[in-house]
């Protein structure tokens, strides 16, 4: 061949070196202050807690790439959770059908928001919004006035107990990491992966080089309600024999949190499933820190919250750093 050979980027980024590091600096904190915190007993919920949020994260992150967003996630994985909890308890469901109903349930919700975006030239956060009310009234209806009881133990494959771990890691966190490192290749070597970032960075530009614009930010959408329908297996399985109402409220928050605080600029056109799958973990851990230290619980917020301006704002700089270079 006579072309020079395609150069790839780095495959881990400076922003996710600089997670690791937080990571590893506020884990050595919380060992020195409360020596609990490194047993199995404290490790394990944590990487139990972080699956859903790193999860739905790899979808958030390619609509993000995009230049899109979903907020309906939450109302999502209430739909999907309380679908399946009740296939659970009134049909008696399996394994394999319950996981099947739920990625299924969370692939229709997906596709609806999927068709409107791609389709409906109307932008996502605007779509979205409106998508989440709707799902969460029909949560909210498919639940009745009262809770799903009596749910068994299924899903306990996905949960805290000993049938979830294998070698002490929970099964929910080993799907996870297989599924980001999975989506990391995907986005990394394939041009359909490369096509989300070049619509991101230009779409106009990306649909003249011949990429089927409409068709792949369709597929972004329809991807991340396939993850959250099978998040809502693992927040079944997390939980007691009772599922509420409150289910699924504020995963969005918690995701799209993870996605920023992992380098994915908001604007698009730039991201990594593995700062996403990194973010998910910092953000799990502050919360289970501020508990374990006693403190109260809105703490967690305040630092998320400043991370995620340290994040924005990074990506700002790096942003201007790059519209100088290419004066």
Not at 56 to 71: K, N, P, Q, S
Not at 169 to 189: E, G, N, S
Not at 302 to 319: E, P
Request: glycine share 14%; proline share 2%.
């Amino acid at each position: 061949m006579n072309g020079k050979p395609r150069v790839l980027p780095a495959p881990v980024t400076g922003q996710e070196v600089v997670l690791l590091g937080v990571i590893a600096v506020l884990w050595t904190a919380l060992a020195v202050s409360t020596p609990a915190f490194l047993t199995a007993g404290s490790i394990q919920p944590l990487l139990v807690a972080t699956a859903p949020v790193a999860l739905v994260g790899i979808g958030m992150t390619i609509v993000i790439v995009t230049g899109g967003i979903d907020v309906s996630v939450g109302g999502a994985i209430m739909v999907c959770s309380v679908l399946t909890a009740k296939a659970l308890v009134e049909a008696e469901a399996g394994l394999g059908v319950a996981v099947l109903l739920a990625v299924a349930a969370g692939g229709v919700l997906g596709l609806v928001n999927g068709v409107l975006i791609a389709y409906g030239r109307v932008h996502a956060i605007i779509i979205t919004f409106g998508t989440a009310n709707l799902f969460l009234f029909l949560g909210l209806r498919i639940f009745g006035s009262g809770t799903v009881n009596g749910i068994p133990g299924t899903l306990a494959f996905f949960g805290r107990g000993t049938a979830g771990r294998t070698l002490g890691v929970p099964h929910a966190f080993l799907i996870t990491a297989l599924l980001t490192v999975a989506a990391w290749w995907y986005l990394r070597h394939t041009a359909g992966g490369r096509h989300f970032f070049a619509i991101g960075g230009d779409a106009q530009a990306a649909r003249l080089a011949g990429v089927r614009v409409r068709r792949r930010v369709l597929l972004a959408y329809l991807t991340t309600g396939l993850l959250v329908g099978l998040a809502s297996c693992f927040v079944i399985a997390q939980g007691t024999s009772t599922l509420d109402q409150s289910v699924g409220s504020g995963k969005e928050l918690a995701v799209i949190a993870a996605v920023v605080i992992g380098g994915t600029s908001i604007m698009g056109g730039r991201g990594s499933v593995l700062g996403t799958f990194l973010g998910a973990l910092l953000v799990q851990s502050v919360a289970s820190g501020v508990t374990q230290l006693g403190w109260r619980s809105q703490l967690s917020d305040l630092f998320v919250g400043v991370f995620i301006i340290v994040a924005v704002g990074a990506d700002l700089l790096r942003a201007r750093a790059r519209a100088r270079r290419n004066r």
